[in-house]
Nanobody, 118 residues
């Protein structure tokens, strides 16, 4: 069963940077669309960025120009470089298969907490 282990979160001041990592198990990583999601307190989980198996990248409007998603298919790691962080980026960040992926099975990791505050 596929597992996702997110890391790299923390407390950072506005304008700061963090790089999140997600280690995935299983054999589908390299052929699957992969994505980062986030869930802020009291809000629904939302898509932040997606890396498709064909190389296409997509970003939520709120993070375009600030966040960069990348993937290492050999080691099955998904990254999210976050620059210019804002307080509204505060959330728990999760990785998983991309939206509407046929591989999605409802399993989520514990996520990694990102807090942006001065």
């Amino acid at each position: 069963q596929v597992r996702f282990v997110e890391s790299g979160g923390g407390l950072v001041q506005p304008g700061g940077s963090l790089r999140l990592s997600c280690a995935a198990s299983g054999s589908t990583f390299s052929i699957a669309n992969m994505a980062w999601y986030r869930q802020a307190p009291g809000k629904q989980r939302e898509l932040v960025a997606q890396s498709n198996a064909n190389g296409n990248l997509d970003y939520a409007d709120s993070v375009k120009g600030r966040f960069t998603i990348a993937r290492d298919n050999t080691n099955k790691i998904l990254y999210l470089q976050m620059n210019g962080l804002k307080p509204e980026d505060t959330a728990i960040y999760y990785c998983n298969y991309g939206q509407y992926s046929a591989f999605y099975n409802g399993n989520w990791g514990q996520g990694t907490q990102v807090t942006v505050a001065s």
